[in-house]
């Protein structure tokens, strides 16, 4: 039974329906490591293509080009070409081809497609990672650095590592060299590699409406002329030689003082006037010479370069396009590195540890990773039973119930004066006083955090016990012989001791 195009919308509208249910169910699973959060994101984009790929068609259909849909819309209603109504003909013709069917096919079942749909919950997509990007934690642009330090544009003295901080720096380089084949395709390649890379570490990131708008963006930048490092260079309203290049022949009366202005001028003063460029110094004086009492309409043809001005026009045209094009990838560059930059900053890193090890530690470095990853794929089946919620160890598993006891973890300890913050076991209780909290704590009180106040924990008994302290120590007792205050003739204000010590020793 051929399946007929009602049927296929309705079939691709379920579909979408269903693929979009198990887009909201995967985003609502919390993976438990980067990896399986990369799996998940190229499985949400698989699904958002399936999306757009059945949109697309679904598109093609009730644009219905070839009027096939409104043909089988006024089919089920009984409609025949020719007008007449078969209402009950149509019935039957459908019924019979049910009937065939299913006596053709005695054994067909209903297929659950939600099986086939559940699988792409379950299934691990293949990303090709290399051994340096560490799957997709570090850059690699080894093949880019030599690329560069190979170029001329490039310092061949750069290293690796200098590299990566300046690679995105493009207004340092001179800018006629920019304007060279080989540093677009350097370019070239390195969006391509870091277009793949975002495309392999972020399969979420719609790259495509990232640069519509940046290329928005950058038409408006550069038809005023703000494009950063192209600033008024690539908008030459004539690119063509200017009519200041050319030669006031009325100051040269001969051919030898004319010839005295240089060749370089000469042939900038003939490219001015359309005029052929080459030959020795005197060739160039000559050809220039004739245009002083004869019009350029009435020269020889000859002495005329073969592209006309037209053509130049044209190249200086495709010139300012090769301008933009290169100005606009340096754009592109400059917003991936921005998207990277932790990235980036992690590369830098890796590299300078990398840097200071010995080729034995970088081996058992790199075997660690391998069986890190190794496990860690078989720890991700398992579900770590700990129904008494004991505390993780330093190897992620929960520590022994024994050593739980022995500690007294399941006791806690509350300090008022730490913002009544809990302490779980009595060692970690003891701990804290000499944690920035407490001391932050005993501060605001005006309290200074010593001995005398371990264990206490509320404001009220330490704001009592440091009242007794200052008792204690005779802190708020009258002491005259400190306070008392005397005056002498003069005015001089002492207490009452140094008033007696002078006094004694005539001195006042």
Same mark, same amino acid.
């Given at each position: 039974?051929?399946s007929?195009?009602?049927e296929v919308?309705?079939s691709?509208?379920? #579909?979408?329906?269903?693929?979009?249910?198990?887009?909201v169910?995967?985003?609502?699973?919390?993976? /438990?490591?980067?990896?399986d959060?990369?799996?998940?994101?190229?499985r949400?984009?698989?699904? &958002?293509?399936?999306?757009t790929?059945t949109?697309d068609k679904?598109?093609?259909?009730?644009e219905?080009? /070839?009027?096939?849909?409104?043909?089988?819309?006024a089919?089920?209603?009984?409609?025949?070409a020719?007008?007449?109504?078969?209402?009950f003909?149509?019935?039957?013709d459908?019924?019979?081809?049910?009937r065939? =069917?299913?006596?053709?096919?005695?054994?067909a079942r209903v297929? /659950?497609?939600? !099986?086939?749909?559940?699988?792409?919950?379950?299934?691990?997509?293949h990303?090709?990672f290399?051994?340096?990007e560490?799957?997709?934690?570090?850059?690699?642009?080894?093949e880019?650095y030599?690329?560069y330090?190979n170029?001329?544009?490039g #310092?061949?003295s750069t290293?690796?590592?200098?590299?990566?901080?300046s690679f995105?720096q493009?207004?340092?380089?001179?800018?006629?060299?920019k304007?060279?084949?080989?540093?677009?395709?350097y370019?070239?390649?390195v969006?391509?590699?870091?277009?793949?890379?975002?495309?392999?570490?972020?399969?979420?990131?719609?790259l495509?409406?990232?640069f519509e708008?940046l290329?928005?963006e950058?038409?408006q %930048?550069?038809?005023?002329?703000?494009v950063?490092?192209?600033?008024?260079?690539?908008?030459?309203?004539?690119?063509?030689?200017?009519?200041s290049?050319e030669l006031?022949? !009325?100051? =040269?009366s001969?051919?030898?003082?004319?010839?005295e202005v240089?060749?370089?001028?000469?042939?900038?003063?003939?490219?001015?006037?359309?005029?052929?460029?080459?030959?020795?110094l005197? %060739?160039?004086?000559?050809?220039?010479?004739l245009?002083?009492?004869?019009?350029?309409?009435?020269?020889?043809?000859?002495h005329f370069?073969?592209s006309?001005r037209n053509?130049?026009?044209?190249?200086?045209?495709?010139?300012?396009?090769?301008k933009?094009? &290169?100005?606009?990838?340096?754009?592109?560059l400059?917003?991936?590195c921005?998207?990277?930059?932790?990235?980036?900053?992690? @590369?830098?890193?890796? &590299?300078?540890?990398?840097?200071?090890l010995?080729?034995?530690?970088?081996e058992?470095?790199?075997?660690e990773?391998v069986?890190?990853a190794?496990s860690?794929?078989?720890?991700?089946?398992?579900q770590?039973?700990?129904?008494?919620k004991?505390p993780?160890?330093?190897?992620?598993?929960?520590?022994?119930?024994?050593?739980?006891?022995?500690?007294?973890?399941?006791?806690e300890?509350?300090?008022?004066?730490?913002?009544? %913050?809990?302490y779980?076991g009595r060692r970690?209780?003891?701990?804290h006083?000499?944690?920035?909290?407490?001391?932050?704590?005993m501060r605001?009180?005006n309290?200074?955090?010593?001995?005398n106040?371990?264990?206490?924990?509320s404001?009220q008994?330490a704001?009592?016990?440091?009242?007794? &302290?200052?008792e204690?120590?005779?802190?708020?007792?009258?002491?005259?012989?400190?306070?008392?205050e005397?005056?002498?003739?003069?005015?001089?204000?002492y207490?009452?001791?140094?008033? @007696?010590d002078?006094?004694? %020793?005539?001195?006042?």
């Amino acid at each position: 039974m051929s399946s007929t195009l009602l049927e296929v919308t309705r079939s691709a509208h379920e #579909d979408v329906e269903r693929l979009e249910r198990l887009i909201v169910r995967e985003l609502q699973r919390e993976p /438990d490591h980067n990896r399986d959060r990369l799996f998940q994101s190229h499985r949400v984009r698989h699904m &958002i293509d399936l999306i757009t790929n059945t949109t697309d068609k679904l598109i093609d259909v009730y644009e219905d080009k /070839d009027s096939a849909r409104k043909d089988e819309i006024a089919a089920l209603g009984g409609q025949t070409a020719t007008g007449a109504t078969t209402l009950f003909g149509a019935f039957y013709d459908r019924l019979k081809e049910i009937r065939d =069917y299913h006596r053709r096919h005695p054994s067909a079942r209903v297929v /659950d497609t939600t !099986e086939e749909y559940e699988e792409l919950l379950k299934e691990e997509p293949h990303i090709e990672f290399s051994g340096e990007e560490a799957f997709g934690r570090y850059l690699d642009m080894h093949e880019l650095y030599n690329e560069y330090i190979n170029s001329k544009f490039g #310092d061949s003295s750069t290293e690796y590592l200098t590299f990566l901080d300046s690679f995105s720096q493009t207004q340092s380089i001179p800018f006629h060299l920019k304007l060279s084949r080989q540093y677009k395709e350097y370019l070239e390649h390195v969006l391509q590699y870091l277009v793949s890379f975002m495309e392999r570490t972020q399969p979420l990131q719609d790259l495509n409406r990232l640069f519509e708008k940046l290329e928005v963006e950058f038409e408006q %930048q550069w038809a005023d002329g703000k494009v950063l490092g192209w600033e008024n260079k690539g908008l030459d309203r004539d690119p063509l030689p200017s009519q200041s290049d050319e030669l006031d022949l !009325e100051y =040269y009366s001969t051919l030898e003082e004319l010839m005295e202005v240089g060749p370089e001028k000469l042939k900038e003063a003939l490219a001015a006037l359309g005029l052929k460029t080459g030959g020795t110094l005197k %060739q160039r004086a000559e050809r220039l010479f004739l245009t002083k009492n004869t019009p350029l309409e009435q020269l020889d043809r000859k002495h005329f370069a073969r592209s006309s001005r037209n053509s130049e026009k044209n190249v200086a045209t495709d010139q300012i396009s090769s301008k933009k094009e &290169i100005a606009l990838m340096e754009a592109k560059l400059h917003q991936l590195c921005d998207l990277l930059t932790e990235v980036i900053d992690l @590369t830098k890193e890796n &590299i300078e540890k990398k840097q200071a090890l010995t080729y034995e530690e970088m081996e058992a470095e790199r075997e660690e990773e391998v069986t890190q990853a190794d496990s860690e794929s078989d720890d991700e089946e398992q579900q770590i039973y700990n129904p008494l919620k004991l505390p993780m160890g330093w190897d992620g598993k929960p520590i022994p119930y024994w050593l739980y006891k022995l500690h007294g973890l399941g006791q806690e300890f509350k300090c008022e004066i730490c913002g009544n %913050q809990s302490y779980w076991g009595r060692r970690a209780f003891e701990r804290h006083f000499k944690e920035w909290r407490h001391q932050h704590g005993m501060r605001c009180l005006n309290i200074p955090n010593t001995k005398n106040f371990n264990e206490i924990t509320s404001i009220q008994e330490a704001k009592e016990l440091w009242e007794k &302290i200052q008792e204690r120590q005779g802190v708020n007792k009258w002491r005259p012989d400190l306070e008392e205050e005397y005056e002498d003739r003069e005015g001089n204000i002492y207490n009452k001791k140094t008033y @007696t010590d002078l006094q004694r %020793q005539g001195l006042i």
